[in-house]
């Protein structure tokens, strides 16, 4: 297993909203993560990256425990994090942008960048534009694009497909499928649109009042019972 979660609690200041979360993924696995809002999912996350301290429990990425271990050092050991809403560096160019990605690897960047371009070619006329004059459709695939640049083992990324038109969507997950299918890659994925998450998740955690209550497969996600009671979205 690349990650290991056990008990994993968190919260903000006095208040709990992770509780004994528990689960593992394998090397090469894309997992989904759904629940009400509220109930933790990007809690989770952040906890996850080290942005959260854990209050208790163990998480464990590539065999090394990382529960007290910095944001910069689960990148270095090949943690990569798309938060919800992007955090790109609107008055950095796309270029700048994308070298910001390889902070924390010490190989040269350029041959990162057009890697990270190859796969996500819409961005090669955008690169002297600043970020912030994107589209957030646009502003997205720069997100993911920089996580790449910085070679992770393991992609966290949070709500990508929010406010993001059609056609940017059916990008991504044609990009996400192919990076999955050529291996290297491990994923585990926030999301509220169902086809989107079903079409690149091998399985599904269901996240309720912070625990993982039960995992779904990607076709039960046209269960009208499970969407309602777990989610909280219509399907």
Do not use: W
């Not at 894309?30 to 080290?50: D, I, Q, S």
């Not at 086809?195 to 690149?200: G, M, Q, S």
């Amino acid at each position: 297993m690349i990650l290991e979660v056990s008990q994993l609690a968190a919260g903000y200041g006095r208040i709990p909203i992770l509780s004994g979360v528990t689960f593992e993924v394998a090397e090469g696995e894309f997992v989904g993560v759904l629940g009400h809002n509220g109930m933790g999912k990007t809690t989770l996350m952040r906890a996850l990256m080290g942005y959260l301290p854990a209050t208790a429990g163990r998480v464990a990425f590539a065999g090394a425990d990382m529960t007290r271990a910095e944001p910069y050092l689960r990148a270095r050991a090949g943690m990569g994090y798309v938060p919800q809403g992007r955090e790109i560096f609107p008055g950095l160019s796309v270029l700048d942008n994308l070298r910001m990605g390889a902070v924390a690897r010490s190989a040269p960047e350029g041959p990162a960048i057009e890697a990270a371009l190859a796969e996500f070619p819409r961005l090669k006329r955008l690169m002297g534009r600043p970020g912030g004059a994107l589209s957030g459709g646009e502003q997205q695939l720069l997100a993911l694009a920089r996580c790449l640049v910085g070679r992770p083992k393991l992609i966290l990324l949070d709500e990508p497909t929010e406010g993001i038109q059609p056609s940017i969507i059916d990008e991504m997950v044609e990009t996400l499928l192919r990076l999955r299918e050529r291996g290297g890659l491990t994923m585990i994925l926030v999301e509220q649109n169902l086809e989107f998450i079903a079409a690149l998740s091998q399985r599904v955690l269901i996240i309720q009042k912070g625990a993982i209550v039960r995992t779904a497969r990607p076709d039960e996600l046209h269960d009208h019972g499970l969407i309602h009671e777990f989610i909280g979205v219509d399907d």
